[in-house]
Structures are given as structure tokens and as C-alpha cells.
């Protein structure tokens, strides 16, 4: 079994931060890409950053450039999504997502966290 676990979510005034963390944990023979996307209300899920398990590739939402950081603990297995200059329009629930080859088992599964709730209000 393969867990994602995400943590850090909250409520954040306009031109916060907020930093986001999430760890793979269970039977993993080896994690190829980890991610965050995130899904605002009535909209459907989107894109935000991802990062290869050497850190050597990341990828950033257009929208968020600039503004949130992507990183990881390739010991822990853990994503981290540092986000500063936080604005109503990244309300979300964000999601953690793992391309990785499970233990035991030949080829890519993908697996995702249950989410956590990033508010932006004043």
C-alpha cells in the first residue's frame, strides 16, 4: 500500500504564505515525479507544479511563477510547496500527486493525497 499524506493547508490573509508538505509513504520501489495540483470550487483540477525525484525538472503553473516554489526530500519522500504572495484566486483545495513504481510490481501507478484546503481571505 501507497500513501500520500498532505499537511500544511490554512487560512491565509491576501499576500501570505503558506507552506505545504507531502509524504509518500507504504511500499515504494521508487518515485519518479511528485506533484501538486489543485481544484477551486466549480473548477475543475488543474496543474500547479511538479518535480522530478532528482530535483533536476520542475514545472510551474503560469499562474503561479514567481510566487510558489516547488521542492523535495528525496530521504523522506516528501514534496514541499512553499507559496508566498498568496491571492483569493489560489483558494483551493490542494492535491498531492506521486508518479512512482510501487514495490514488488513492474510499471507506473499514480497515486494522489486526500487533499488539503488553502483559504486566501481577508
Known amino acids: 500500500q501507497v500513501q500520500l499524506v498532505e499537511s500544511g493547508g490554512g487560512l491565509v490573509q491576501p499576500g501570505g504564505s503558506l507552506r505545504l508538505s507531502c509524504e509518500a509513504s507504504?511500499?515504494?520501489?521508487?518515485?519518479?515525479?511528485m506533484g501538486w495540483y489543485r481544484q477551486a470550487q466549480g473548477k475543475q483540477r488543474e496543474l500547479v507544479a511538479s518535480?522530478?525525484?532528482?530535483?533536476?525538472?520542475?514545472n510551474l503553473a503560469d499562474s503561479v511563477k514567481g510566487r510558489f516554489t516547488i521542492s523535495m526530500d528525496n530521504a523522506k519522500n516528501t514534496v514541499y510547496l512553499e507559496m508566498s504572495s498568496l491571492k483569493p484566486e489560489d483558494t483551493a483545495v490542494y492535491y498531492c500527486?506521486?508518479?512512482?513504481?510501487?514495490?514488488?510490481?513492474?510499471?507506473?501507478?499514480?497515486?494522489w493525497g486526500k487533499g488539503t484546503l488553502a483559504t486566501v481571505s481577508s
Open positions: 500527486n506521486a508518479e512512482l513504481t510501487a514495490a514488488r510490481t513492474v510499471g507506473i501507478s499514480f497515486y
Open positions: 507504504g511500499r515504494i520501489s521508487k518515485i519518479n515525479v
Open positions: 518535480i522530478t525525484s532528482g530535483g533536476d525538472s520542475t
